[in-house]
């Protein structure tokens, strides 16, 4: 049987070909402007490599032209496995605060935190186990009554299904697929927290924050305080749904039965034909003159991706051609992180945003923005003047989008905190760490002789440590959101004084000031829990945006 297996481990079995191999040329640099002429060398080569690397995707994803990503990531290894030119970067980097250039000095920062992550990145052994583990998770399935499930299936099948004894085989069937190659993942987390440790880390999850700017510690507080200020209120929903069902106990395998999917609006009112005639119509709505945007679109029938060729003159977007709300999401979120890509206006490559090398950009932050526009088709407003639902379909959608928003929290904080353990421990027992935790987070318990498996998605295995950006984002989203509609009150999806807000404060910077300091000009204080909190209705987070945060 053939697998058909996600883009990126192509890209996986392409890098771990390519062995750099060449003698090192240890350049000097005496000078600043001998540092100016180094620099504009070096980040000439590293867009040459950036946008070999975006093309060979894009020819990956149309198959319009034969695409060489080993050549593409070869060129980039050239740069970040090379030890002399990270030298010279960490030698003037420790004295970018005598050189009075604060320009600069943000180009050694980003340069020291691209050859940080480079370095793991690009690493032979890293991308070995990578792969190998990539194909192992992606080719298994799940046997029940001798046909081949997928994981949806599943799920699917855990909804419906009504008998209790029934359910649990399901549920089995599913955990144990999905931790089937948990030794597999055990050996990439020990090797990349190895690798982390090399570069004066802990492991490898406080590596990874580190390269998308995010303090640890204040996620940890933000997290905590999402968990606390929730846990009444989800308690309370669950008891209440599991009388509604006649359930003693919540088992792991009853909790597809309290998962209340949002209610769906009708597919005909979004057609896939109309996508992007709606997009631009809402940009001029807001601004944006639609001469200005050099974003080349394609459809397809397989996904969503945008691809930065060259920042900002060719970025280009694929659409998935889909009816329905869901799609337009997805289509809004990725035209979104094409059009902030098509917008920046950065003196210098490395400060253009490409999303190539981990510590280059700033993944939190473009989820985030990406979601304010994805969340437009779900917001009352926006639906009543950009699409034709009628009136009492879309009080009845209105009503109905509370809980869910609450309970895929409640697990995203579940998921986020079961990966950022097993990278502080890998050696833990990962079976215990899943029981407990669906306790603490989920209300669901087994007896003492029931085993949970640890569970692998899909995330784990493609974006190994980066979890925390399904729920980062959303707080970074909510937080623009929240100002937005205080600036612009009714008049947010139609007053044209919104493009240039947005592009002034969040577009046009690219990475000129690290992401947290745009934050904070743009809405007056640091990313915090309170408008995700109230945004899904939890009345706690009143008050805990009482002046302003920093």
Not at 28 to 54: G, H, I, M, P
Not at 178 to 194: A, D, G, P
Not at 513 to 520: A, C, F, G, P, S
Request: contains cysteine; charged residues 30%.
């Amino acid at each position: 049987m053939m697998h058909r297996f996600p883009i990126f481990i192509t890209i996986l079995i392409s890098a771990i070909l390519f062995s750099s191999c060449k003698k090192e040329i240890k350049p000097r640099v005496t000078s600043k402007n001998e540092l100016y002429l180094f620099l504009d060398t070096l980040e000439q080569k590293y867009e040459s490599a950036s946008s070999a690397v975006e093309t060979a995707r894009w020819n990956i994803a149309t198959k319009n032209q034969p695409a060489d990503i080993r050549v593409a990531r070869g060129k980039l290894a050239e740069i970040f496995l090379d030890s002399s030119l990270r030298n010279i970067i960490s030698e003037w980097k420790n004295q970018s605060g005598s050189l009075a250039d604060k320009p600069l000095a943000r180009r050694l920062e980003l340069w020291s935190r691209a050859f940080t992550g480079g370095v793991v990145e690009f690493d032979n052994n890293v991308q070995k186990v990578r792969q190998n583990l990539a194909v192992k998770y992606f080719k298994a399935g799940s046997q029940v009554n001798g046909t081949e499930k997928k994981e949806y299936e599943l799920i699917e099948d855990l909804r419906k299904e009504k008998n209790s004894k029934k359910r649990k085989i399901i549920w089995q069937n599913l955990s144990n697929t999905k931790s089937k190659h948990l030794e597999e993942y055990r050996k990439l987390v020990k090797l990349l927290n190895e690798k982390a440790r090399a570069e004066g880390f802990p492991n490898f999850y406080s590596l990874s924050l580190y390269l998308d700017g995010v303090d640890e510690g204040r996620l940890l507080s933000a997290f905590d305080m999402l968990t606390d200020l929730t846990d009444s209120v989800y308690i309370k929903t669950m008891y209440s749904s599991k009388k509604k069902l006649k359930l003693k106990v919540v088992s792991p395998w009853n909790l597809e039965l309290f998962t209340q999917e949002n209610k769906k609006l009708p597919d005909k009112y979004f057609p896939s034909d109309s996508i992007m005639p709606v997009v631009y119509r809402y940009l001029d709505s807001i601004g944006f003159q639609k001469s200005k945007i050099k974003i080349s679109v394609q459809e397809n029938s397989n996904q969503n991706d945008f691809y930065k060729i060259s920042v900002p003159g060719d970025v280009r977007v694929i659409l998935k051609t889909e009816n329905g709300n869901l799609n337009y999401q997805k289509s809004f979120e990725t035209f979104a992180k094409g059009l902030r890509a098509a917008l920046i206006k950065a003196d210098y490559p490395i400060l253009e945003s490409y999303g190539v090398v981990p510590g280059t950009y700033s993944p939190s932050y473009e989820e985030g923005i990406s979601k304010i526009f994805g969340e437009l088709v779900i917001d009352s407003l926006w639906l009543r003047k950009f699409s034709k639902v009628k009136e009492k379909e879309l009080k009845l959608f209105c009503q109905k989008r509370g809980y869910p928003g609450l309970a895929d929290l409640r697990r995203n904080l579940k998921t986020f905190k079961a990966e950022y353990e097993f990278f502080k421990n890998p050696d833990i027992n990962a079976d215990s760490l899943e029981k407990m935790l669906l306790k603490k987070y989920l209300e669901a318990e087994t007896d003492s002789q029931i085993v949970c498996p640890f569970i692998l998605i899909d995330r784990f295995v493609t974006h190994p440590a980066t979890f925390y950006r399904t729920i980062y984002a959303q707080m970074v989203s909510a937080q623009i959101q929240e100002v937005i509609s205080d600036k612009f009150s009714a008049r947010r999806h139609t007053d044209t004084l919104l493009a240039p807000w947005l592009i002034d404060h969040l577009f046009a910077g690219g990475e000129k000031l690290d992401w947290q300091e745009r934050i904070r000009s743009a809405t007056g204080k640091s990313v915090e829990p309170g408008p995700f909190l109230r945004k899904i209705g939890v009345e706690h987070s009143s008050l805990l945006t009482t002046g302003n945060q920093k």
